[in-house]
């Protein structure tokens, strides 16, 4: 009877020390995107930088790992910040984004010494001016651009619509006009160019090359209109990832060859130069390294259903009902086996939303086997909750069959700690 190994080692093993439900990361496949992503991100006629999304997941395990292939961070509040400042990140290599940073947040940041502000809205640039100003700490800005690029995706996760809440769109010259000159006028906040996002789960390579060539249009109109030119650039994140065997994303590697390739082209065709260009995978980098390990308990026909209930669900991985995010899974102990029954895998939390897989073909399911969900890497422990009071998960990282704890389990005690 063949046993599934993340990392070389067995999910019954892994189960048996750590519990269950377990995330398990696969570091070695980590640090292969990695090293993919900085190697295809690579030009001869400007900078990069390759920036990890730590919304994806974050901590600072993962931080340190990251930080060791020369891995930069984005974060997006002051919870992210501290974890990459505990890990020992560079800081200088830190990009903080976010439509709404608190003035202690960005208090936080520049006393840090962060390398860069991605300012959402005038607003936010102004505040970020002055707080600079009264601390005297220096810091770089990057203006966020809606560039307006409609990518094939779920709309809660598409940032770039006409009415997203993210940055300023690309055509509206007076707000953007607004920013580059309050941050111009400022001692301490230099203006280094600009950022856009276009959307998450993105897996062509036209809707980025598409965004590249319209974002360097903009420069080239801004390069016409005010002088500006060799301005840094980020492309931002999005790359999509293979939850379904139907699902056919470009590797991460290829994905940022065609993009260095691109901006060579655009850069080029439309005489404007950038000094770097910066992209952001997050998803991309641990989404497939990701899995969770669950035990299957009780099981039930209702109705044309057959429910197999796991001890974990929307408390650990609320993407299928939020996004109808969509999953594959195995039966650790029988993933040899043919499949011989339908299944609706739902978890143990009092909604009747929480299903974390509709409908699976698996072997005859028993108490106790281990069902584990591929590919949830990323927004699985990052938007985990404590709904009912479940406890999140415990982490480990595997490699080389050996494992290591780096997030222990939540207990009850954990849960309620904050009371007073």
Do not use: W
């Not at 990361?25 to 999304?53: C, L, M």
């Not at 936010?124 to 809606?146: D, F, H, P, S, Y």
């Not at 993210?166 to 010259?173: A, V, Y």
């Amino acid at each position: 009877m063949e046993n599934l190994q993340i990392g070389g080692v067995s999910c019954r093993k892994l189960a048996d020390e750590f519990g269950t439900p377990l995330n398990v990361y696969d570091e070695n496949r980590i640090k292969y995107q990695a090293r993919s992503a900085v190697s295809g991100f690579s030009s001869q006629q400007f900078d990069t930088e390759v920036v990890y999304a730590s919304k994806a997941f974050s901590s600072a395990a993962l931080f340190r790992m990251l930080g060791e292939e020369g891995i930069g961070f984005d974060v997006v509040s002051g919870g992210e910040l501290y974890g990459v400042m505990k890990a020992g990140g560079d800081m200088s290599k830190v990009y903080f984004h976010g439509n709404n940073k608190s003035d202690e947040e960005i208090s936080m940041a520049l006393e840090a010494g962060v390398g860069y502000f991605v300012v959402d809205n005038v607003m936010e640039a102004g505040r970020l001016v002055e707080i600079a100003e009264k601390k005297q700490r220096e810091t770089r800005a990057l203006l966020r651009i809606n560039p307006g690029i409609s990518a094939h995706t779920h709309e809660y996760i598409m940032t770039a619509a006409p009415d997203s809440k993210f940055g300023i769109h690309i055509r509206d010259r007076k707000h953007i006009e607004e920013v580059i000159q309050k941050l111009s006028r400022s001692r301490y906040v230099k203006h280094s160019g600009f950022h856009s996002h276009i959307g998450s789960q993105i897996v062509e390579a036209e809707s980025f090359e598409k965004a590249l060539e319209t974002m360097i249009g903009f420069l080239a109109e801004l390069k016409a209109d005010l002088g500006l030119d060799n301005m840094e650039l980020s492309i931002g994140g999005g790359f999509g990832i293979r939850y379904l065997d139907t699902d056919k994303p470009v590797e991460l590697g290829d994905m940022c060859a065609r993009m260095i390739a691109a901006a060579e082209r655009f850069t080029a065709e439309k005489n404007v130069s950038i000094s770097k260009l910066i992209t952001e995978p997050g998803r991309s980098m641990v989404g497939e390294a990701g899995y969770t390990v669950y035990t299957v308990g009780d099981m039930k026909t209702s109705g044309d259903k057959n429910y197999l209930f796991v001890d974990g669900g929307m408390s650990d991985n609320i993407r299928p009902a939020l996004y109808d995010a969509e999953y594959t899974a195995v039966l650790a102990d029988k993933a040899d086996q043919t499949p011989e029954m339908t299944y609706c895998v739902a978890g143990k939390n009092c909604e009747s939303g929480d299903v974390l897989i509709k409908q699976i073909r698996l072997p005859k399911a028993e108490s106790g086997d281990l069902l584990v969900m591929k590919a949830t890497g990323a927004y699985g422990y990052s938007m985990a909750s404590n709904y009912n009071r479940l406890g999140r998960p415990a982490v480990v990282f595997a490699a080389d069959g050996n494992s290591r704890l780096i997030i222990r389990r939540e207990t009850y005690e954990d849960q309620y700690k904050l009371e007073v």
